[in-house]
């Protein structure tokens, strides 16, 4: 059958060529472009869409060339193929949200001052600089801890994990900033945390945990870190207010 008189089909060589390059173009510029923190980048075009494209190609162009249909509507379904494979994998680079946070609860196994946990947060970061002697340590480090306990009031919880929520921020261009629970799971951990607002004290959580809030990535960046949670290598935790305890129920 010939639809299109005068106009030869696509040949499976042309398929194979036309997606080859579509698939290795967006599979390598788009990471670039939508994701540039992502880990593999532009592999995905090396690796995966370029490869794919080409064999996928040669494949369906065979196939086209095999069925009963015109000419032009050949030609059509190669166009269709290209633009599907360039919008599928631009889809794929767009990036995947990424983990903002934790809500928990749990019961509560032992509240302690800070001053009371110091000495293994001195002795945990002794063994990181040992283990990397190469790293550059930040001079008198081990002197900051008094300053920062009387700096920033707070407890160290230990408590008795239950259940937990994990909080992901989306980063799509459509939702980007947005944020949403996975949902609730089960847990046995038996974890500890920094607590920390004014006039902090154990006696705030004796009665029972309400549903708290731990956020991701809000430690120093400093080596060791400047920071008292990050010095007693501790995560900091908060009650849960506003959206996050809008997602706990």
Known sequence: MNGGKGRRWPPAELWSLSLGVVGFSAGFFGPIALNPDAN??????????????????????ALFRAL??????????????????????????????????????GTLARCQSPAEVAPEGIRYWQGRIAGAPWAKVRDG??????????????????????????IVRHRKPWNDGTID??????????????ASYAGA????????????????????????????PGMLHLARIERAAGQYLKMAN
């Open 68 to 105: 009963p249909i015109a000419n032009v509507r050949r030609w059509q379904a190669l166009l269709a193929a290209n633009a599907a494979l360039l919008l599928g994998t631009l889809y794929v680079c767009l990036p995947q949200p990424a983990p903002h946070g934790l809500l928990i609860q």
């Open 141 to 166: 480090w081990q002197n900051e801890l008094p300053d920062l306990i009387a700096r920033e009031p707070g407890v160290v919880l230990t408590v008795n994990v239950e259940r937990e929520n994990t």
């Open 201 to 228: 004290s154990c006696a705030d959580y004796a009665i029972g945990l309400p549903v708290l809030f731990v956020g991701y990535g809000q430690s120093s960046s400093a080596w060791p870190p400047d920071d008292l």
């Open 181 to 194: 629970a996975t949902g609730w799971r089960s847990s046995t951990e038996t974890q500890r945390y920094f």
């Open 40 to 61: 593999q980048g532009p592999l995905l075009g090396i690796f995966v869409t370029g490869p794919g494209g080409l064999l996928g190609g040669y494949v369906l162009g």
